[in-house]
């Protein structure tokens, strides 16, 4: 959706890797290495392209707020966010077409209203919850728990727009 709108043509790559934290590994160190993983299997994939792959968490009193396809615990995440704000990383790791690559971390602040059982139960009824970083898709019906956003809302959907664009530019595929 974000590379469409800026008239990137793509190709979708999903490579299966472990999302789960490694001990003492700080949020950024954590985006770093997943959006490096995805990239470097992509890479692996597509030798002469030019490859863009990123991933984002949620961050929320000292914890990563998992992705997750489980109601009940996509239900306790909404809950623990309700409230209070809460910080989204996006790690993005651009690899050229030759074996060079460069990374950016980006980062966002949102903070989610107070939300009642009902709030969460109707959101959790869309099932737009299902595999989003922190258990929701602000581009959705969850935008309307945003009470306070800070920073970049297309890193909150996952790619931010403009340090993307800047990249694909300076590196001439615009």
Known sequence: ????????????????????????????????????????????????????????????????????????????NLKALSGRRHRVYTGITFFTDSDTYFQYVCKSIVKFRLLDNKDIENYLSTEEWKGCAGSYAIQGFAESFVEMLSGSYSNVVGLPINKTYTVLKNNKLL
């Open 1 to 76: 959706m974000i590379l469409e709108k800026i008239g990137i043509p793509f190709d979708v790559f999903s490579p299966n890797i472990s999302e789960n934290p490694i001990k003492k590994e700080s949020p950024i160190e954590m985006i770093r290495r997943l959006s490096f993983e995805k990239g470097s299997l992509a890479k692996k994939k597509f030798k002469k392209k030019f490859i863009i792959s990123a991933d984002t968490i949620v961050y929320s009193r000292k914890k990563v707020i998992n992705k997750t396809d489980d109601r009940a615990q996509a239900k306790l």
